[in-house]
């Protein structure tokens, strides 16, 4: 069996640690907008002064009035009230972690999730950088309400198609100071590329990191960075052949649950895109063979999951591009 369906217990587990997680990334969200840094009144010659800082900075916003004591006692009560509810909806999470486990919902590995939410909080997920390969799997069970055979979602890697064609924010301040290397050792230090400016990144056990990217048409004409900075040591993505239908195609959001039983968002390729692109990949002459077999088999599970639970159809325009459908043209 490539699918196994959840138990109507496992499938209220996990809603309810998906409404708990929706609910946590709301509040943070707003803490991030509005309570980061703080406020205080200092006192500047004979008058008080209202200062709002905001990393290291701090600015005045003007002497002492009615109006901004106001501003300052809805920011003071606002920020406490976030924060307790931030604190009260972790608490819910650290509740469900050990239940999800036991319960066998715990599935995206550790370090996968962990590299996976790096990349979200620096804003990254969802706009450069996108989940491809067996990881996404995890995104489309979860969405479906299934479980892949574990033989089609074991993995000792993780591959990030890289989107070129967004820059990065102003805001990603970390990643344009140490780019994705940087953010990598974040989360393990022991993270290096295994070559400079190369498009694989391993740590001390052996995890491996790889950034990939669509293969120009021209080479000579491409000007898309190839990686997210153009620091010495940081990662460049690999050109593959192939992949620009996938930058094109349309994405899927799901939130998984890593397996310490904690919620992790995950932004892959279309589960189509996907069944398509490894019946592809298991076709070509130069794919390793031991590889093919368990590229069919992932593509026949992803298939199953967009008709069967997603019912997405796949005479569909966003896939007009695959080779795989082109080639039957």
């Not at 138990?7 to 609910?23: K, M, P």
């Not at 039983?261 to 589960?271: E, K, L, Q, W």
Request: aromatic residues 8%.
């Amino acid at each position: 069996m490539l699918l196994n369906d959840l138990t109507g217990t496992q499938r209220r587990q996990l809603i309810d640690t998906q409404q708990v997680f929706a609910t946590w990334r709301a509040a943070k969200a707003e803490h991030d907008r509005r309570f980061t840094g703080g406020m205080r009144w200092a006192r500047r010659g004979n008058a008080d002064y209202l200062l709002r800082k905001n990393g290291k900075r701090e600015t005045s916003l003007g002497v002492r009035s009615t109006e901004l004591e106001h501003a300052y006692d809805a920011f003071m009560k606002g920020r406490a009230e976030n924060q307790d509810r931030l604190s009260h909806l972790e608490k819910r999470l650290d509740e469900f972690a050990p239940i999800n486990v036991a319960m066998g919902l715990g599935r995206v590995p550790a370090i996968a999730a962990d590299i996976l939410r790096s990349c979200d909080d620096a804003g990254l997920l969802g706009q450069q950088l996108f989940v491809i390969g067996t990881n996404a799997l995890f995104a489309y069970e979860a969405l479906a309400g299934t479980f892949a055979a574990s033989e089609l979602i074991a993995s000792g890697d993780i591959d990030l198609l890289y989107d070129a064609r967004q820059a990065l924010s102003f805001a990603v301040v970390d990643v344009r100071q140490a780019g994705l290397i940087g953010l990598l050792q974040k989360t393990d230090r022991s993270f290096a590329p295994v070559r400079p400016r190369g498009y694989r990144a391993a740590n001390r056990d052996g995890y491996m990191v790889d950034l990939i990217r669509p293969a120009p048409r021209d080479a000579f004409r491409d000007k898309m960075p190839a990686g997210l900075t153009n620091l010495p040591e940081d990662m460049e993505g690999a050109p593959i052949f192939g992949l620009t239908w996938l930058i094109n195609t349309q994405k899927v959001e799901a939130v998984a649950i890593d397996e310490r039983g904690y919620p992790i968002r995950i932004i892959a390729i279309d589960p189509r895109a996907f069944a398509l692109h490894k019946a592809w990949l298991s076709k070509r002459p130069d794919r390793e063979p031991l590889k093919t077999i368990r590229d069919l088999e992932q593509a026949k599970a992803a298939a199953a999951i967009a008709v069967r639970y997603l019912r997405l159809p796949f005479d569909s325009q966003v896939l007009e591009h695959s080779p795989v459908l082109m080639n039957r043209l």
